[in-house]
């Protein structure tokens, strides 16, 4: 298995996580927003839809048109980047925003397939925010990854909180 392989799979793994827990919580508590953790599964969501974009897309390969033309990045990064998620709420339906990602992470993953392994250490395509960490497209990629498992952690705490634990398959006593 080739590292740009590895990489991708590991993309493609960190993305069925999020998927799978968010399809367990039913819709109507996506907009739930807990005191505790002040955000919802459907921030979290528009969240990764701009996160997946920017750190496996836009710094890999530039702007991707046809995504430009089926969501709107711009109100999307200012929904669910700069402003907190109470200020979201309402912004988009749940639906259109589980589209949205699933769009996003099958685009991201044909990106990142395209990549040779001589390009993992070539600098990021330029962009008009440095990206926060970093400076290669293989560190934008690994960065894809951990970021996406953090809000998958987020996710969880949600879930837990908004509707029950999550079932991973544990037989618990």
């Known amino acids: 298995m080739t590292e740009t392989q590895m990489l991708v799979d590991q993309t493609a793994n960190a993305y069925q996580w999020i998927n ?3 399809e367990t919580v039913p819709r109507e508590k996506w907009n739930i927003i807990p005191p ?3 955000s919802s599964i459907d921030w979290q969501i528009g969240h990764l839809i701009i996160s997946h974009y920017f750190h496996a897309i836009m710094v890999i390969r530039g ?19 700069v402003a907190a998620p109470l200020q ?7 639906a259109t925003l ?3 990602l699933l769009l996003m992470q099958k685009k991201s993953l044909a990106i990142l397939a395209t990549l040779r392994a001589s390009e993992l250490d070539d600098p990021l395509e330029p962009t008009p ?10 560190e ?30 544990l037989r618990l006593n």
Request: net charge neutral; charged share 25%; aromatic share 8%.
């Open 129 to 138: 925010a440095a990206h926060p960490i970093a400076t290669t497209k293989r």
């Open 88 to 94: 979201s709420l309402g912004k988009v339906d749940s």
């Open 140 to 169: 934008a990629i690994d960065w894809n990854i951990k970021h996406t498992m953090y809000h998958c952690g987020q996710l969880g705490l949600i879930k837990r909180i908004v509707d029950k634990r999550h079932d991973f398959g």
């Open 98 to 100: 589980e589209e949205g």
């Open 20 to 22: 799978k827990l968010v």
């Open 63 to 81: 702007h991707q048109m046809d995504i430009l033309q089926q969501l709107p990045i711009r109100e999307y990064s200012e929904w669910f980047t």
């Open 36 to 38: 505790t953790v002040e």
